[in-house]
């Protein structure tokens, strides 16, 4: 028996290869099959399922290409309808891999159809549960992504049932690989780890604990922020299926001419800038996002960005196809092309170009007396821990919707909590007509070690 888990960490993914006797299975495949194929031709194996454990909403699957490709059956569980062909796993159904098996277990929830898979060594004894959205490291999946459908609570009370008969019985060695990690806006608060136990679950994880029902639902439906628009649309992608990726990474990736590029942002493309936040700062094109491929750009793009907004990348030589493909994974697929040549080509043209200073932490307290005002784009629970005295929070997430409550006239000194969510904040407002800013280099961690009397506990 071998599994592997392929973990991505800019989507905060995690996906699983499962092999016994040279027959293998995937678990929630990203959108790009190559990893899947190259592993399974690695070891010699042929992949003969493709297991999902739900309608995903924060990428697109890669499961109905993975399955053309190899002739594999893809499973899903009960009340999982789709447009193309699947294979529906009653709950307690088994599947034979090899001389290890698998057990479907049927746990609504996080969404109706949400199955956990239960997988049993070649001595039948439980060795580990691929919980999907179900169970996270410390956490559950949110239940409130069918937009109206059903609610919140209904959904909160399929889970603790769940929970209660399907996982707490299981024993404590049980593995339990989830399908996302930290960061991900799948759950509130994801614990670090990738993988845990049940034991450890039992003992750590909130929702595990004992409770009544009605205070479970309460705990699990509180404090949960709105998910990305784009979380809907590919549900919905993922339900009725898409163009193979093979076919968008080539009419997506187009070399533009400066001619060219200039003409579809003056058609209204949004200008997507992908290098890193230094490299942005020193020179950019006017009116430019900012989302750095060095941290969750296809998490923040999708936060930030309709999905069906066209798009032209400005990247690092070499990253052009990586910044396409990431995209695609959560089925931005408007992308008109990338400036060849990237910013060289824009600056050796003699065009306009934007700056951004950056400063370091100490320069905060007399920068402020000057009259900055300090802007905090972190997340609540971090801002509420502790925060630059008298800051204005305003999360990374709302700011383009919040941006008019500030004024182009005043100066801001923008942080987060290591530089990267600050460019994307001072990119934004400087399409919206705000100059006078600065971006704090190292963020609060920074600030933190350099600055404590401008600290405030937040409480």
Sequence with gaps: MYIEQLYTGCLAEAAYYLESEGEAAVIDPLRETSPYLLLA?????????????????????????????TGATIIYGPQAETTYE????????????????????????????????????????????????????????????????????????????????????????????????????????????????IGIQKQCNYALQEMRKEEFIKKVTANIFPPPPYFFQDAMINKKGYTSIDQVMAQNLQALSL????????????????????????????????????????????????????????????????????LARIGYEQVRGYLKGGMATWKNAGMEMHTIMSVAAQAIPPLIKEGFTVLDVRKEREYTAGHVKNALHYPLASLREQANELSPKKPYLIYCAGGYRSMIAASILKTKGYHHLKNVLGGFKAIRETTPLVLSSGF
């Design 41 to 69: 031709e690695r070891r010699g194996a042929t992949i003969q399922y493709v297991f999902e454990t739900h309608f995903h909403a924060d990428f697109v699957s890669g499961h109905i290409d993975l399955a053309k490709k």
């Design 86 to 197: 699947v294979y529906h796993a009653k709950d307690q159904e088994v599947f034979q891999l090899g001389k290890v098996t698998i057990k479907a277990l049927h746990t609504p929830g996080h969404t109706p159809e949400s199955t956990c898979y239960l997988l049993f060594d070649e001595e039948g004894k439980e060795h580990a549960i691929f919980t999907g959205d179900t169970l996270f490291v410390g956490d559950v999946g949110r239940p409130d992504l069918l937009d109206g459908i059903m609610t919140k609570e209904t959904l909160a009370g399929m889970l603790y049932d769940s929970l209660h008969t399907k996982i707490k019985p299981l024993s404590d060695h049980v593995l339990v690989y989830p399908a996302h990690g930290p960061g991900s806006t799948c759950g509130k608060n994801i614990g670090k780890e990738t993988f845990s136990t």
């Design 259 to 326: 001619e060219a590029f200039r003409k579809v942002v003056e058609e209204g493309a949004q200008v997507l800038d992908t290098r890193t936040p230094d490299k942005f700062e020193k020179g950019f094109i006017p009116r430019a996002l900012n989302v750095g491929l060095n941290g969750q750009y296809a998490i923040w793009v999708g936060t930030l960005v309709d999905i069906h907004t066209p798009l032209v990348l400005v990247t690092e030589e070499g990253k052009e196809e990586e910044s396409v493909r990431r």
